[in-house]
Nanobody, 121 residues
Framework: VQLQASGGGLVQPGGSLTLSCVVS????????VGWFRQAPGKEREGVSC????????HYADAVKGRLTISRDNAKTSVSLQMNSLKPDDTAVYYC???????????????WGQGTQVTVSS
């Protein structure tokens, strides 16, 4: 199983970014794919997750209304559209996959490399 995250960068407060996670290697199951982030000096936290089986989604309270998670029709990539970004959104963002639907970080067995998102003027 491999996950490849991309799309991070530097953006001004109020700006937008789209992160993408390409998932490969799940041949039998349709995994849950989640986005997590870790800011300097803080623990990794969940941002959003999506079931590629039935499209159930979940968002952390801190990002509701600003971030949208979605998948492509081939269910091979999951994107995170981030709008109205705030300095508090600055972190390394990771995508991860779990064979089963879960919101819990420790249920995600497979992780991609992180992509840096910096929100600053």
């Amino acid at each position: 199983v491999q996950l490849q995250a991309s799309g991070g960068g530097l953006v001004q407060p109020g700006g937008s970014l789209t992160l993408s996670c390409v998932v490969s290697g799940f041949t039998l199951n349709r995994p849950a794919v989640g986005w997590f982030r870790q800011a300097p000096g803080k623990e990794r936290e969940g941002v959003s997750c999506l079931s590629t089986w039935n499209d159930i989604t979940h968002y952390a309270d801190a990002v509701k209304g600003r971030l949208t998670i979605s998948r492509d029709n081939a269910k091979t990539s999951v994107s995170l559209q981030m709008n109205s970004l705030k300095p508090d959104d600055t972190a390394v963002y990771y995508c991860a996959a779990s064979p089963l639907w879960s919101r819990a970080l420790d249920q995600y067995n497979f992780w991609g490399q992180g992509t840096q998102v910096t929100v600053s003027s």
